[in-house]
């Protein structure tokens, strides 16, 4: 996972960018997670038997280049305001998870009549505590070994999601997108680590029926952050996962996405 490049690349705001589109019906905008993903993703091949998904790699991650004055997650945001524009895109689901939550939370308080529904899952993005208490788990003061018993409930799922951890085996192409999704999330998310001081007080400008799904034992944020963000948004609902950590979505995929198309449906 997080690794396969993309199959197709598409043109928009002036710049490439790869991405999947799988499935038909309501589009389905899914912003993926700091680590990035691939078109394995098990929450992707559920979600495109209803929905068409497009999910591309954000600018700077995998192989989608950053253009010159993208350095913030608000300049990711309107890159996918155009990208939704440019593709003619209405009626849009709107699912971001973690980082990729932080991006939706950003987009959608932006407004657009061309949103229907927003789906979060796990995201960062929101300090809510006071200065002295971390809301947010310093992933940068952690290795890539680490990676699976932080964002995972179990931690052999989060191995097999990772390849097992060892670069030394994977090819080259593989490895330098791994890297390159890492030092992207850094760019993006190193200061403040992984919030924007000024999105807490903009959720309230979130117009749409939102979801915020939780992992039950995500270890990056906790519950309570997922209750805080769900608090802060109009009218938003929260559900939570059993048996799921920060990367619930690829330990209990089915779970999710059934969670994810009932909320759709209703």
């Known amino acids: 996972m997080f690794m396969s490049p993309l199959p197709d690349r598409r043109i928009f705001a002036g710049a490439e960018t790869e991405m999947l589109i799988k499935g038909e019906g309501q589009p389905l ?39 010159d004055g993208v350095d913030t997650v608000d300049d990711i945001a309107y890159r996918y305001l155009d990208l939704i524009e440019d593709l003619g895109l209405t009626q849009v689901i709107l699912v971001g998870v973690s980082f990729g939550g932080w991006i939706a939370a950003e987009l959608a308080t932006k407004g657009s009549d061309r949103i229907a529904k927003l789906v979060l899952i796990d995201p960062v993005g929101v300090k809510f505590g006071d200065r002295e208490t971390r809301d947010i788990t310093d992933i940068y003061a952690t290795t890539a070994q680490q990676i699976p018993e932080l964002f995972f409930a179990d931690e052999a799922k989060g191995l097999a999601a990772l390849n097992n951890l060892d670069f030394k085996d994977l090819p080259e192409e593989i ?54 963000y769900a608090a802060a948004i109009p009218d938003a609902r929260i559900e939570i996962v059993p048996d799921a950590g920060h990367y619930g979505y690829l330990e209990q995929p089915q779970a999710f996405a059934d969670t994810i198309t009932a909320f759709l449906g209703a």
């Open 175 to 228: 490895a330098l997108r791994f890297a390159r999704n890492r030092e992207a999330l850094t760019l993006f998310g190193w200061a403040p680590t992984l919030y924007n001081p000024k999105l807490r007080g903009r959720l309230h400008r979130i117009k749409v029926p939102t979801l915020v799904l939780w992992g039950e034992e995500d270890r990056i944020v906790p519950v309570d952050y997922g209750r805080n």
């Open 29 to 67: 905008l899914f912003l993926h997670a700091g680590h990035g993903f691939d078109a394995e993703d098990p929450l992707i091949e559920r979600l495109s038997a209803r929905y068409k998904v497009i999910a591309p790699s954000h600018p700077g991650f995998g192989a989608s280049p950053r253009p």
